[in-house]
Nanobody
Framework: VQLQASGGGLVQAGGSLKLSCAAS????????MGWFRQAPGKEREFVAR????????YYADSVKGRFTISRDNAKNTMYLQMNSLVPEDTAVYYC????????????????WGQGTLVTVSS
């Protein structure tokens, strides 16, 4: 499985960005796909995840109501729509996949894309 994240950039507080994660290598019907982020000097943290087959989603409390995770089965692509961004959202954002784990722990995801940097200015 290969993951390619894109869409990061610089945005002012209150603005929006949409991240994409293109997946390839196999079918993903049994996978959970997730977004994680890592700010400078901090540990990588869970942001949101989606069950590829059912579409079930789950969010970290810090982004609930502001971020929306989705997937396009036909394009094998996952998205993260980020609205009402705040400076605390500044981080490198990673997409990840897990075939058997249904949770939020980064170490349990065994496939990672490269990160894409999101910077929110105040």
């Amino acid at each position: 499985v290969q993951l390619q994240a894109s869409g990061g950039g610089l945005v002012q507080a209150g603005g929006s960005l949409k991240l994409s994660c293109a997946a390839s290598g196999r079918t993903f019907s049994s996978y959970v796909m997730g977004w994680f982020r890592q700010a400078p000097g901090k540990e990588r943290e869970f942001v949101a995840r989606v069950n590829w087959s059912s579409g079930f989603t789950y969010y970290a409390d810090s982004v609930k109501g502001r971020f929306t995770i989705s997937r396009d089965n036909a394009k094998n692509t996952m998205y993260l729509q980020m609205n009402s961004l705040v400076p605390e959202d500044t981080a490198v954002y990673y997409c990840a996949a897990s075939e058997n784990y249904r949770g939020n722990a980064p170490l349990r995801y065994n496939c990672w894309g490269q990160g894409t940097l999101v910077t929110v200015s105040s």
